[in-house]
């Protein structure tokens, strides 16, 4: 199975800052990823597809990018609504996948 | 809109089998693959299997020989069913509509999950 590894595992800023965050698989997979937003006690929310295409609905202040093994997730500037957890994907080869997650605190 | 809906037993003895089953509403089930995911508390995704429409399956190797997940085109409805259950498989179980087209891969709605535990 394809392993997909992220970090920060965790991470605090302030609202405003610019919040990225990595996720590397362990071999190549295209550009086949997607980003997913978790908030507390709720199902995880879809962001980002085939690495960079926002989902609909998905505020301009997040972005995606990376192909092969390297992904980044970027928060171009926090929102208090932006505390979560946020996941990677990989969409390229059976099983599926998911990083280990990165909770994004607010200081 | 679509929704999902998952509904099922909360709480399985070891060794019994969990069975739940997601209801979709607002649309056709017909088409998309549909999932089960699964989260134990306060850890991370793990992706359980799919159902396209038609029948066809695939599940991850790690539960295969434990895993089978049916549709009921008629009822809107599939369903997933896990044998031979242990603590292991405490958690909340999503079910998730997955798109896989040309340039849009992706779990675009989920339902709000169900919280499962395996306690005698």
């Known amino acids: 199975a394809i392993q997909m590894t992220q970090s920060p595992s965790s991470l605090s800023a302030s609202v405003g800052d610019r919040v990225t965050i990595t996720c590397r698989a362990s071999q190549g997979i295209r550009n086949d990823l997607g980003w997913y937003q978790q908030k507390p006690g709720k199902a995880p929310e879809l962001l980002i597809y085939v690495a960079s295409t926002l989902q609909s609905g998905v505020p301009s202040r997040f972005s995606g990018s990376g192909s092969g093994t390297d992904f980044t997730l970027t928060i171009s500037s926090l929102q208090p609504e932006d505390f979560a957890t946020y996941y990677c994907l990989q969409d390229y080869d059976y099983p599926l996948t998911f990083g280990g997650g990165t909770k994004v605190e607010i200081k | 809109q679509v929704q999902l809906q998952e509904s099922g037993p909360g709480l399985v003895k070891p060794s019994e089998t969990l069975s739940l089953t997601c209801t979709v509403s607002g649309g056709s089930i017909s088409t998309y693959y549909w999932t089960w995911i699964r989260q134990p508390p306060g850890k991370g995704l793990e992706w359980i299997g799919y159902?396209?429409?038609?029948?066809?399956?695939n599940y991850n190797p790690s539960l295969k020989s434990r895993v089978t997940i049916s549709v009921d085109t008629a009822k809107n409805q599939f369903s997933l069913r896990l044998s031979s259950v242990t603590a292991a498989d405490t958690a909340i179980y999503y079910c998730v509509r997955r798109v896989a087209v040309r340039g849009f891969y992706g779990f675009d709605i989920w339902g709000q999950g169900t919280m499962v535990t395996v306690s005698s």
């Open positions: 159902i396209y429409y038609s029948g066809s399956t």
